[in-house]
């Protein structure tokens, strides 16, 4: 059974027709939020910023929100297949005690938790990420607008119950609740155009990596926000999904930097649907592809491939629950759908060595 889905958007198809594809081609990459289930793109992400893209010398901006986020540092790094390893096992084997009488970890001890592993896979390493010749990194935050504006046990639910209606009418009418606050490399330009949504660019630094990527991967009731980032406006700060669940973006608009090369935004996903934000995850109309993804390759596992992973799907959240206190039988399970998704990268490989446009389907 084939693991590997190839979809393409228009003019991602047109250029795969005339030329093929190589590493040269490719503009951005963004990760998606979405937690566990990110754990399925290790292999290709091993592959993709291990090889493939190292044999290249050209610049590539690499987007990411909450996981995504975090993936998309790791690529920065200066051994980036060993970082992949090292996220996918921290990842799997993170583990949070309970205290008697409780179903869940408090979102403080999440946090608290969660702040010492990111110290300790960076530390004395954030140069390497803000500092890499090549890789433009832009870490995508979701910062909260009045009554958003701190974390409060009342005003907070209130505010994400406002945001979550505003947003069922028009996505953009959410601005007035959050607003996208991507922190960038610094000097570089967004790869994409921010007229869809109200957003904000402010300069990555060794002050402010940590507590921005933090905020990026902060889901709202289950991590505390992170207020202040340095260099940031005032406020909370969360994550970066709840605005950018699958990075939904207008990635066009790097045609007008003048950066050379075809542009093409490569995009590991665990899902074909690319989904503006994290509240519109029921909303199904807002999951067809846009202009904005025309110059876009996706990967994505197949859904019949995905049935043969332990529990017949991608690792996710709910498994927390699902596994409860028996943190092995959930270890044993990820690590199965880890071990499974190598076939994900060995036909990339395979179809990058022989481009066949018969499998690849439109986005």
């Known amino acids: 059974m084939k693991a590997l889905r190839i979809y393409a958007g228009p003019k991602a ?22 937690g566990p289930k990110g754990l399925i793109l290790g292999a290709l992400d091993r592959f993709i910023f291990g090889e493939w893209l190292a044999q290249t010398d050209h610049p590539v901006h690499l987007v990411g929100a909450s996981i995504g986020a975090w993936r998309m540092a790791t690529a920065c ?4 297949a060993a970082g992949f390893s090292r996220l996918e096992d921290d990842y799997i084997h993170q583990h949070y005690e309970l205290q008697p009488g409780q179903k869940r970890p408090t979102a403080d001890r999440v946090s608290e938790q969660f702040g010492e592993s990111l110290k300790a896979f960076y530390g004395g390493r954030v140069h390497e990420v803000l500092q890499h010749p090549r890789y433009k990194l832009h870490i995508v935050t979701s910062r909260g607008r009045h ?18 209606l505003t947003n069922s009418l028009h996505r953009k009418a959410m601005g007035a609740w959050l607003e996208r606050v991507v922190f960038s490399t610094p000097g570089v330009k967004l790869p994409f155009a921010t007229s869809d949504y109200r957003t904000r660019q402010v300069d990555l630094s060794e002050d402010n990596f940590q507590p921005a990527l933090q905020a990026s991967c902060s889901i709202p009731f289950v991590l505390r926000s992170v207020h202040n980032v340095p260099g ?67 990967l994505a596992p197949d859904p019949d491939w995905i049935k043969t992973l332990p529990n017949a799907k991608l690792p996710d959240r709910q498994d927390f629950v699902r596994y409860g206190p028996d943190m092995q039988a959930r270890v044993k399970a990820w690590s199965a759908a880890t071990a499974a998704s190598a076939q994900l990268a060995e ?3 395979e179809w990058l060595a022989r481009p066949d446009l018969g499998r690849v389907g439109a986005l």
């Open 13 to 34: 198809r047109r250029h795969i027709e005339q030329n093929g594809l190589q590493a040269k081609d490719i503009g951005v990459v963004p990760g998606a939020a979405g």
């Open 77 to 80: 790094l200066k051994d980036p």
């Open 147 to 164: 009554m958003l504006g701190r974390e409060h046990k009342l005003a907070t639910p209130l505010g994400y119950l406002g945001a979550f």
């Open 232 to 298: 940031g406006p005032p406020g909370a700060y969360w994550d970066g999904g709840i605005t950018d669940y699958h990075l939904h973006l207008n990635y066009g608009a790097r045609e007008m930097q003048g950066e050379g090369g075809a542009g093409l935004v490569l995009y590991p996903h665990f899902q074909k649907s690319v989904v503006p934000g994290w509240l519109d995850k029921g909303l199904k109309w807002r999951h067809k592809a846009t202009h904005f993804l025309d110059n876009m390759v996706l």
């Open 347 to 349: 036909e990339w490989q």
